[in-house]
């Protein structure tokens, strides 16, 4: 006769404290790693002074609408490595413009941002243009596209949007 001398595993208290000790070390590992990301990313701030922004708001809804009552009409193309923009009265005839600044605003990442100054690229004798361009391919993904155009009134033309770019192109 053989005896079993095989003693059956038991759940000790230096197994429950490894158990406790692995699952906190979890915890800990992934808040740190997700809060360095997060320092690392966007920063979350929208404008510098809110007061003062609030204080700003109505007189830029007023010439939000002071604009709309124009009828003007802005078209961004994007494809083949160029940037070109031109802006249309009511009647769909060219608003002659003194120059452009496109801003390409990446939404959650303000250091993918990228300005532009695009150049004359048709027309005009007495320094009015048509059209605007400047040879840039933006990176693939969503943008926040914002134009100011200088069509000769107090302040410029501002012409905001949101666009996919895929490939280099604008969809």
């Not at 230096?14 to 915890?27: E, K, N, S």
């Not at 790693?33 to 922004?53: K, N």
């Not at 100054?117 to 933006?138: K, M, V, Y």
């Amino acid at each position: 006769m053989s005896v079993n001398t095989q003693r059956s595993w038991e759940f000790t208290g230096r197994h429950m404290l490894t158990t406790i000790l692995a699952f906190f070390g979890v915890v800990i590992a992934v808040n740190l790693t997700m809060a360095t990301l997060a320092s690392r990313s966007w920063s979350g701030l929208i404008v510098e002074d809110s007061y003062v922004a609030s204080q700003q708001f109505n007189e830029e809804a007023r010439k939000g609408r002071a604009q709309a009552a124009l009828g003007w009409t802005g078209k961004l193309t994007v494809a083949s490595g160029e940037v070109r923009y031109s802006l249309a009265d009511s009647k769909g005839k060219p608003v002659p413009l003194h120059g452009v600044k496109v801003l390409f605003r990446h939404p959650a990442y303000e250091a993918e941002d990228e300005a532009l100054t695009l150049a004359a690229s048709s027309g005009g004798t007495s320094g009015n243009t048509e059209e605007f361009a400047a040879r840039h391919t933006p990176r693939n993904g969503v943008w926040i596209v914002e134009i100011d155009a200088d069509a000769g009134l107090a302040s410029p033309f501002r012409d905001v949007r949101r666009v996919m770019i895929s490939n280099g192109v604008l969809q």
